[in-house]
């Protein structure tokens, strides 16, 4: 079972950014397609982003195209989400998964395991 430990996330003003990162415990994360989700108090998880394996295809939902952008290091077992121009909206708990299906998945239920969130915290 692959473990995954989300970091980066805090507290920032409306317009700054913050890279989160998603670091896994197994190397065969690298094989696996990967993803972004974030919920907000008293609202569903929602999808935000997600990579394939190779890095070279990315998915994002419409709400944050332009300003978040997913990246991963193989070598490193890591996925990132850089997240530029913040809004308050944006304040949830973000949570990475993986997901072994071998192409990008959009769905929570398509993912294999998921990491605990990293809270953040957009102030207006």
């Known amino acids: 079972q692959v473990h995954l430990v989300e970091s980066g996330g805090g507290l920032v003003q409306a317009g700054g950014s913050l890279r989160l990162s998603c670091a896994a415990s197994e190397r065969t994360f690298g094989s696996d397609s990967a993803g972004w989700f974030r919920q907000a108090p008293g609202k569903e998880r929602e999808f935000v982003a997600a990579?394939?394996?190779?890095?070279?295809?990315?998915e994002y939902a419409d709400s944050v195209k332009g300003r978040f952008t997913i990246s991963r290091d193989n070598a490193k077992n890591t996925v990132f989400l850089q997240m530029n121009s913040l809004k308050p909206e944006d304040t949830a708990v973000y949570y990475c998964?993986?997901?072994?299906?071998?192409?990008?998945?959009?769905?929570?239920?398509?993912?294999?395991?998921w990491g605990q969130g990293t809270q953040v915290t957009v102030s207006s």
């Open positions: 990579i394939n394996w190779s890095g070279y295809r990315t």
């Open positions: 998964a993986g997901s072994g299906a071998g192409i990008l998945v959009v769905a929570a239920h398509g993912y294999d395991y």
